[in-house]
């Protein structure tokens, strides 16, 4: 059983976040506050959930506003403090066309900053709550940048240098705690649309427990499949020259 009760999750609807609503559902959460941009999808995750958890509540959120996702939190927090929040919305540029790479950082950076921002200030409000824990998404492939996604692994890198330094700064200053999830090749609609080779493939539900239990552990960085994360550490400190020459030889998506 998860120590957290009340857990909310952005991009709920499909892959690691419907896998993570599921998961605490099955594990003792109060409240589930649950948002995604798919309505139809949003709902068959909370039928599942209620057969764990009957307070699971959803919302129609587009995470790259600012004003709405603050809406949503605060009166989220209004039913209950918040306690977990997973910043994890996110999505794939598929072509690298200028629509697609503004979507991506506006879904993958701006949602995350939109999520993260109201869910400290209402944590810093609230410095006797034990638990107050903030969750972003990032990637294996935010190591480094990767000619086949440029856009999305940019946009990964980000949020997770923006998580490990949060988690210093927040950690010292007001004793929230920040975890920053770097996964692999996860079934997700994301890796649904892949056509390249997707190594050490996990379920979404095997990636969620692992997140949770690592969650519970407060571990900073967690990353996996460890194959993985040590070939994208050790390709993120090799020379240009050489990490060019291993991309040149990688297949690439069509």
Same mark, same amino acid.
């Given at each position: 059983?998860?120590? *957290?009760?009340? $857990?909310?999750?952005?991009?709920? =609807?499909?892959? $690691?976040?419907?896998?993570?609503?599921?998961? *605490?559902?099955?594990?003792?959460?109060?409240?589930?506050?649950?948002?995604?941009?798919?309505?139809? @999808?949003?709902?068959? !995750?909370?039928? &599942?959930? @209620?057969?764990?958890?009957?307070?699971?509540?959803?919302? !129609?959120?587009?995470?790259?506003?600012?004003?709405?996702?603050?809406?949503?939190?605060?009166? #989220?927090?209004?039913?209950?403090?918040?306690?977990?929040?997973?910043?994890? %919305?996110? !999505?794939?540029?598929?072509?690298?066309?200028?629509?697609?790479? @503004?979507?991506?950082?506006?879904?993958?950076?701006?949602? !995350?900053?939109?999520?993260?921002?109201?869910?400290?200030?209402?944590?810093?409000?609230?410095?006797?709550?034990?638990?107050?824990? $903030?969750? $972003?998404?990032? =990637?294996?492939?935010?190591?480094?940048?990767?000619?086949?996604?440029?856009? *999305?692994?940019?946009? &990964? %890198? #980000?949020?997770? %240098?923006?998580?490990?330094a949060l988690r210093i700064e927040l950690g010292k200053k007001y004793g929230i705690k920040v975890s920053v999830i770097a996964p692999g090749f996860v079934r997700s609609r994301i890796t649904d649309q892949n056509t390249c080779p997707m190594p050490f493939f996990m379920e979404a539900d095997r990636? %969620?427990?692992?997140?949770?239990?690592?969650?519970?552990?407060?571990?900073?960085?967690?990353?996996?499949?460890?194959?993985?994360?040590? #070939?994208?550490?050790?390709? =993120?400190?090799?020379?240009?020259?050489? =990490?060019?020459?291993?991309?040149?030889?990688?297949?690439?998506?069509?």
């Open positions: 059983m998860s120590k *957290y009760k009340n $857990i909310l999750i952005t991009g709920a =609807s499909s892959g $690691i976040g419907e896998a993570l609503a599921l998961y *605490y559902a099955a594990n003792g959460a109060e409240h589930l506050f649950l948002c995604a941009r798919n309505s139809a @999808r949003l709902e068959e !995750v909370a039928k &599942k959930c @209620r057969a764990y958890s009957p307070n699971v509540h959803l919302s !129609v959120v587009d995470v790259s506003d600012s004003l709405a996702v603050e809406k949503w939190i605060n009166h #989220c927090n209004g039913i209950a403090k918040l306690q977990l929040v997973f910043a994890n %919305a996110g !999505v794939a540029t598929a072509q690298e066309t200028s629509d697609n790479i @503004r979507n991506t950082f506006a879904i993958n950076v701006g949602g !995350v900053v939109n999520t993260v921002l109201p869910a400290l200030t209402l944590m810093q409000q609230n410095p006797h709550n034990p638990f107050r824990h $903030i969750v $972003i998404t990032s =990637s294996i492939a935010g190591y480094h940048g990767l000619p086949a996604c440029p856009s *999305y692994s940019a946009s &990964k %890198a #980000c949020v997770k %240098a923006w998580g490990e990636a %969620a427990s692992l997140i949770a239990h690592r969650v519970e552990k407060n571990i900073g960085m967690i990353a996996f499949p460890w194959p993985m994360r040590f #070939c994208a550490w050790l390709i =993120s400190i090799l020379p240009n020259c050489l =990490s060019d020459l291993i991309y040149k030889l990688m297949p690439y998506k069509v």
